[in-house]
């Protein structure tokens, strides 16, 4: 990286941000209060609150959202005059899955022999809020932040609970800002700085199959006793063409994605695909998890093999995932992969379905000061390199809605979670190269977006 005092007061700053990341990431802060406990969401809310207050933002607030969350909110006054940016992230995490297959603990943050820090959040999205801190303590320290300053920490992203969005519509003088900087994407790989110029919506869809009062002995009844656990494999499997592309009537497949490509060499190793299985899907891996509709069965509510009976079971339910690419609604999909669900489950099986979660899709304005000013920004920190356009298949919600309440302001998404991150996996983990180069790519973009 190019000398220069932001990046060296950084560079210092790193033993700083891993001791608060460390304390960040130890929060179990999982927005599903049925598996985790509401206090650790809560404490991870006020220690954010804390270091916003620490760092001299007014107005430090947590916001009850809509859907039984907190967002933490402050606002950091710049010179008179100045232009407002409003700077995201969240401080809720997924589940750790299954934590034996865990390394080190979930819950702790540990530097490996890799030199990559591992533990649930690092990446998505705990890191983000360090950036911001790192990025703001270094313009202080260099001549002030030279633009008005609003962080809001969103506290249920990854449920798709929809609070914040509908928080935000409640009070939409809150968030205005001219520009807005998203930091819960991430570089198309590591030491290739990425602006994410586009976000698949998602919707979530749980859906129940009954077709029987209880179960049955499948030696005296099976072969003619309709099986909703069979009947609900038959409709999921209706989602799939025989190349694995997603197939939801009425719902467009075939958008191709114009930019950055993928090399399918290079997503087989990032994905870890076995030797020997194939990828899914048709087109390029670009048009395939940045531009077309891609749908995951997420869960089954079934018996385990262990301990199973002999039985032809009298109802089944799954959870199922859709994630609409940019230029379709999210509402208009949920509609369609509804009645996609109730016209395919076989032998007339009584079937309910339920949205359960969803967000719009999304596509940014590159031609914006912003975009150059970010562009700038990243070839000092990265020493040279040209910033690069990518989509992501990952959906981040409240984006469209930002879009939609503040048409005028300028929409950028960086972040942390490059493809070895792994996050939402176990073993998620958090390059401190990239905290560091993307911290000092947000502290100069912030300087030259003020004097554009």
């Known amino acids: ?34 598996q985790f406990p509401r206090s650790e969401s809560e404490g991870a809310a006020n220690w954010v609150a804390d270091a916003l207050r620490a760092e001299g933002f007014q107005d430090v607030a947590l916001l009850d959202t809509p859907d039984g969350t907190q967002s933490v909110y402050g606002f950091l006054p710049g010179p008179e005059g100045s232009k407002t940016v409003l700077l995201y992230a969240h401080y809720d995490v997924q589940p750790p899955l299954d934590e034996a297959g865990w390394t080190t603990p979930p819950f702790e943050l540990t530097e490996r022999e890799d030199g990559r820090w591992y ?13 911001h801190l790192l990025a703001l303590r270094a313009l202080k320290a260099n001549g002030g932040v030279p633009v008005g300053v609003k962080v809001i920490a969103e506290g249920s992203e990854e449920q798709g609970t929809g609070g914040l969005e509908r928080y935000a519509e409640e009070h939409p003088e809150l968030l205005t800002a001219d520009a807005i900087v998203i930091g819960d994407s991430g570089n198309f790989r590591v030491g290739v700085p990425t602006v994410t110029t586009a976000l698949r919506g998602m919707t979530l869809v749980r859906v129940q199959v009954d077709t029987l009062e209880g179960n049955l002995h499948s030696g005296q009844f099976g072969g003619a006793a309709p099986d909703a656990l069979g009947a609900l494999i038959r409709a999921l499997d209706s989602l799939r063409a025989e190349d694995g592309s997603t197939t939801v009537d009425g719902l467009t497949g075939d958008s191709r994605w114009e930019g950055l490509q993928y090399e399918e060499a290079q997503f087989r190793k990032d994905a870890k695909v076995l030797d020997g299985v194939e990828l899914i899907g048709s087109g390029t891996v670009a048009d395939r ?25 009298a109802g089944a339910r799954a959870l199922v995932s859709l994630r609409v690419p940019p230029g379709a ?28 979660g969803q967000g719009q899709a999304f596509r940014a304005d590159t031609s914006s000061p912003a975009y150059a000013a970010m562009a700038e920004a990243m070839g000092v920190a990265y020493d040279g390199a040209e910033m690069q356009y990518a989509g992501q ?29 792994q996050i939402h996996a176990v073993n998620e983990s958090v390059s401190p190269d990239e905290l560091e180069r993307l911290a000092v790519a947000e502290a100069l973009f912030l300087r030259n977006y003020a004097a554009s």
Request: overall charge negative; some cysteine; hydrophobic content about 45%.
């Open 289 to 313: 998890i940045w531009a077309r509709p891609a749908v995951t069965v997420l869960g089954i509510d079934c018996p385990p093999v262990v301990g199973a009976t002999p039985s032809v079971q």
């Open 393 to 421: 298949g990952g959906s981040i919600p409240l984006c469209n809605t930002l879009a939609t309440l503040y048409p005028q302001a300028e929409i950028l998404l960086i972040g942390l979670s490059e493809p070895e991150a």
């Open 1 to 34: 990286m190019s000398s220069n005092p932001v990046a060296e007061t950084i560079a210092s700053a790193m033993p700083r941000a891993k001791a608060e990341l460390t304390e960040l990431v130890a929060f179990k802060s999982v927005a599903d209060f049925d």
């Open 119 to 131: 533990g649930r959040g690092a990446a998505d999205c705990k890191g983000g809020l360090i950036m």
């Open 329 to 356: 609604d999210a509402v208009e999909a949920t509609k369609l992969l509804q009645a996609h669900l109730e016209a395919h489950t076989p032998w007339g099986a009584r079937v309910t379905t339920e949205q359960t």
